[in-house]
């Protein structure tokens, strides 16, 4: 199916629900998303970001930028994380927690404001990677109508590059505390520390990158491609984030892999 009538199906699966909310991280999955129901619901269709320690500033910027750019009504859904269960203790199923506790909060504000459903953004791909987070979207009944459609991440991003989204080539992106390993103690300070480490590295021309914590320890990963400019530029990062308070910086030479900490 090409994608446009990928797209033709994902308006007609947004038009059959009358109203709709959707879970918005600002990341190229859900951005097609608020794009789909802003063009086939109006008024009748609702984005819902979580504000939340583990959500990075940039990500919350781009969230506000798209929100307005598709005139979909945007609001913020505040979350403490120290209501979360377990987050801080960092266990292997955090996410899980954690989705629960973000997702019964979008759902209570969309219920709220008289556009239920609630959908989320998950593709196929998600299915092959060890996502906890998973099963407290289907225990909740929040709709994924990218699965419902059998669109992966390939096909997402043909479709924003079809509509000229912003978000068409934007790498992806998890959420702060999945750089700590896993029984790793979470603190905010951290996710600051790495939320701000990771932006100094998009400074220094890398945008696909995680800066994983361990300790005094910051390890980067970074595509393979882009590991000869980071070698050329090995002082300027290890500068930039021994300033934020890593003793030591390494570059992981098996390069970046998303959710590479489930290998632990």
């Not at 918005?24 to 794009?35: C, P, T, V």
């Not at 099963?135 to 419902?148: C, H, Q, T, W, Y």
């Not at 896993?182 to 800066?211: C, H, K, N, S, W």
């Not at 998303?258 to 290998?263: D, E, F, I, V, W």
């Amino acid at each position: 199916m090409s994608p446009a009538a990928q797209y033709e199906a994902l308006l007609a699966w947004c038009r059959g629900k009358g109203r709709l909310s959707v879970a918005f991280s600002g990341g190229a999955d859900s951005s097609l998303l608020i794009r789909a129901a802003s063009e086939a619901l109006g008024e009748n269709a609702l984005a819902l970001t979580a504000r939340a320690a583990m959500l990075a500033r940039r990500e919350a910027e781009d969230a506000v930028r798209f929100a307005q750019d598709c005139g979909i009504k945007h609001e913020w859904v505040e979350l403490d994380v120290a209501a979360v269960p377990h987050f801080f203790e960092n266990p292997r199923d955090r996410c899980y927690h954690c989705k629960m506790a973000i997702m019964s909060a979008l759902l209570a504000r969309a219920e709220a404001c008289d556009r239920l459903p609630l959908c989320e953004g998950s593709n196929l791909d998600d299915l092959g990677d060890v996502r906890p987070g998973r099963r407290a979207i289907e225990e909740l009944g929040v709709a994924s109508p990218f699965l419902d459609l059998g669109i992966g991440k390939a096909e997402i991003h043909a479709i924003a590059r079809l509509l000229a989204l912003p978000s068409a080539d934007k790498p992806s992106f998890a959420c702060l505390a999945s750089r700590v390993p896993y029984d790793t103690p979470i603190t905010i300070a951290m996710l600051r520390q790495i939320d701000e480490a990771e932006d100094a590295l998009l400074a220094l021309g890398f945008a696909q990158r995680r800066v994983r914590h361990h300790g005094s320890i910051a390890r980067i990963e970074l595509p393979e491609a882009d590991m000869p400019h980071a070698l050329a530029h090995a002082k300027a990062i290890e500068s930039a984030l021994q300033d934020l308070g890593f003793a030591y910086v390494c570059l992981d030479l098996g390069g970046f892999v998303t959710g590479k900490l489930n290998r632990s």
